[in-house]
């Protein structure tokens, strides 16, 4: 017998966390690739700045993946009906190739921190712009086909399960940013869903703590503490 019978959940699922997420990951990867074409040729100062900003994206956007491999296509695989479980594959597809394209920008991190050179620096910018095309058409059809099963076939204790997940394997130097990199384009509905089990003194107070981090990182990233 299946470990998650196929009862949908008697009430639809809020999901709007995680459009918020995806809201971010598409600003920073659209803006990544100017940022390390706008690195002058030997520039090691600049380049380790950007690089700095690469890393935390990538260990952001493999982390969020992770979650979902490990915790969401299972299960619904096991719950949606058998015309519904191509759409699921499709993600752990795209997520596949992903990861791959993540690895050969990673890769090449260290070497440009190193260099700095113009040669580096325009194939880890064409690396990041292939990266982000895959990645928008990814959320695009997470967010339009996917995220309506699980709000439907996931209970409100499953998909809290994701975020507890989150927290609990994520970096916790890089919690603050990621939180503030959400927040900074998000619906305001999506990110209070983030932190709504928080307690009250914490819910008050993470929003103006990751505020003042992102902007702190996007002034010294992009110049500007509105990207």
């Given at each position: 017998?299946?470990?998650?019978?196929?009862?949908?959940?008697?009430?639809?699922?809020?999901?709007?966390?995680?459009?918020?997420?995806?809201?971010?990951?598409r600003r920073?990867?659209?803006?990544?690739?100017?940022?390390?074409?706008?690195?002058?040729?030997?520039?090691?100062?600049?380049?380790?700045?950007?690089?700095?900003?690469?890393?935390?994206?990538?260990?952001?956007?493999?982390?969020?993946?992770?979650?979902?491999?490990?915790?969401?296509?299972?299960?619904?695989?096991?719950r949606?009906?058998?015309?519904?479980?191509?759409?699921?594959?499709?993600?752990?597809?795209?997520?596949?190739?992903?990861?791959?394209?993540?690895?050969?920008?990673?890769?090449?991190?260290?070497?440009?921190?190193?260099?700095?050179?113009?040669?580096?620096r325009?194939?880890?910018?064409?690396?990041?712009?292939t990266l982000?095309?895959?990645?928008?058409?990814?959320?695009?059809?997470?967010?339009?086909?996917?995220?309506?099963?699980?709000?439907?076939?996931m209970t409100?204790?499953?998909w809290d399960?994701?975020?507890?997940?989150?927290?609990?394997?994520?970096e916790r130097?890089?919690?603050?940013?990621?939180?503030?990199?959400?927040?900074?384009?998000?619906?305001?509905?999506?990110?209070?869903?983030?932190?709504?089990?928080?307690?009250?003194?914490?819910?008050?107070?993470?929003?103006?703590?990751?505020?003042?981090?992102?902007?702190?990182?996007?002034?010294?990233?992009?110049?500007?503490?509105?990207?």
């Amino acid at each position: 017998m299946s470990a998650h019978p196929a009862t949908p959940s008697p009430e639809i699922v809020d999901t709007s966390a995680m459009p918020a997420i995806h809201t971010f990951f598409r600003r920073e990867f659209r803006l990544a690739g100017s940022l390390v074409r706008g690195v002058a040729d030997g520039d090691r100062a600049r380049a380790a700045v950007v690089v700095d900003h690469l890393d935390f994206l990538h260990r952001a956007l493999h982390h969020h993946h992770g979650i979902e491999d490990d915790l969401l296509w299972p299960l619904l695989l096991e719950r949606v009906p058998e015309e519904l479980a191509p759409i699921v594959h499709l993600m752990e597809s795209q997520h596949a190739r992903m990861e791959e394209q993540l690895d050969a920008f990673v890769d090449l991190l260290p070497r440009f921190r190193a260099t700095a050179s113009a040669a580096d620096r325009d194939r880890l910018a064409d690396l990041v712009d292939t990266l982000y095309v895959h990645l928008v058409e990814h959320l695009d059809a997470e967010e339009e086909r996917l995220l309506p099963i699980a709000a439907r076939n996931m209970t409100r204790k499953e998909w809290d399960a994701l975020g507890e997940a989150g927290r609990a394997r994520g970096e916790r130097a890089d919690a603050t940013l990621f939180l503030g990199m959400v927040q900074h384009d998000a619906d305001p509905a999506g990110f209070a869903g983030m932190i709504a089990d928080a307690p009250p003194p914490v819910r008050w107070l993470l929003p103006k703590l990751a505020r003042r981090r992102f902007r702190r990182h996007a002034q010294q990233v992009h110049g500007t503490v509105t990207p």
